[in-house]
């Protein structure tokens, strides 16, 4: 398949330290693609090396087939990336924002509208659209971020702890959309909340140290663990079927009901996902778990008895 982003033998380092090392993957077009790894790790700047806003001290970087520098001079609209801090300016309302960034993507003046409308109803922005961001709430701040990426359609998606401070309505508008263009464009997630990630992602790399260890599916990685684990499903109406087959499922330990949310203890993570796996996506709001530390679980992977 062909791959949007390709990275050969890519290094970055500061002050004589790597946050990246020797790094090689192709990322394919249309795939789903989940960076995890703990903090210092390399995630953001693989992200920023991706979006064009670093430049390696060495190796290339391809995007559509295309060097960066190629790249950057054909379009501001074919990449979106999210960073992990605020993107917007404080001191201009929410719209203006928008609006600015609009003219930036060269959208059409006559369409800007039409554009983000939809977004801001469903990021629920609604409210505080003329308001400035200083104002905001956390979750309210990264919305606005979040329409600023997602206005001008990319066709690549970089997103860098993408839920961070937002509520589980605006968390499920960002999950929602993403599994609507989930295959129609290339997404890639630094985040460590694997329960929300684990049915949207079809690849999973650990960073470590600048450094990949891990590269490959969820089944996978998985499967180089074994705790615990307590998962908590959240359906959209009562699904007393899907219920009824999680208690009959493998290695479930524990099903605790609140009427439309389970809790579910399973022998391991890897029962967990492979039990909800059974389930269709479409019929569930929200995942979480509340056992499983991602430092543990990084832990168990890299030690030389997980890994």
């Known amino acids: 398949m062909e791959a949007s982003v390709t990275l050969k033998n890519v290094s970055k380092h500061f002050k004589k330290k790597y946050a990246l090392s020797n790094l090689t993957l192709g990322i394919e077009k249309g795939s789903t693609f989940a960076v995890i790894g703990k903090s210092g790790a390399g995630k953001s700047t693989l992200l920023r090396v991706l979006a064009t806003l670093l430049?390696?001290?060495?190796?290339?970087v391809y995007i559509n087939g295309k060097s960066t520098a190629?790249?950057?001079?054909?379009?501001?609209?074919?990449?979106?990336?999210?960073?992990?801090?605020?993107?917007?300016?404080?001191?201009?309302?929410?719209?203006?924002?928008?609006?600015?960034?609009?003219?930036?993507?060269?959208?059409d003046e006559q369409k800007i509208e039409s554009v983000l409308q939809p977004l801001i109803e469903k990021f629920n922005l609604t409210e505080e659209i003329h308001d400035f961001p200083v104002t905001y709430s956390r979750g309210l701040k990264r919305c606005l971020d979040i329409v600023q990426v997602l206005m001008g359609d990319p066709e690549i998606l970089l997103l860098d702890e993408p839920?961070?401070?937002?509520?589980?309505t605006s968390r499920n508008a960002l999950y929602s959309y993403?599994?609507?263009?989930?295959?129609?464009?290339?997404?890639?997630?630094?985040?460590n909340i694997f329960t929300e990630l684990q049915l949207l992602a079809d690849r999973w790399v650990v960073l470590h140290l600048g450094q990949i260890r891990f590269d490959g599916a969820m089944e996978k990685l998985i499967s180089q663990i074994n705790?615990?684990?307590v998962g908590v499903i959240e359906f959209r109406q009562e699904n007393r079927a899907a219920i009824d087959a999680l208690k009959?499922?493998?290695?479930?330990?524990?099903?605790?009901?609140?009427?439309?949310?389970?809790?579910?203890?399973?022998?391991?993570?890897?029962?967990?996902?492979?039990?909800?796996?059974?389930?269709?996506?479409?019929e569930i709001v929200s995942l979480s778990g509340s056992s499983l530390n991602i430092d543990n679980f990084l832990d168990q992977l890299l030690s030389d008895e997980g890994f």
């Open 227 to 229: 705790v615990p684990f």
């Open 248 to 282: 009959r499922g493998k290695s479930v330990v524990k099903i605790i009901e609140f009427g439309k949310s389970v809790q579910i203890i399973t022998e391991s993570f890897d029962a967990f996902y492979q039990n909800v796996k059974k389930i269709d996506p479409e």
């Open 178 to 191: 993403l599994h609507e263009v989930k295959g129609r464009k290339t997404i890639a997630i630094a985040s």
């Open 70 to 107: 190629e790249f950057r001079m054909l379009s501001n609209r074919a990449l979106g990336y999210l960073p992990d801090h605020d993107m917007h300016d404080p001191w201009k309302t929410g719209l203006e924002n928008l609006q600015v960034r609009a003219r930036f993507l060269g959208i």
């Open 55 to 60: 430049e390696p001290d060495h190796g290339t």
């Open 163 to 168: 839920t961070l401070g937002l509520d589980y």
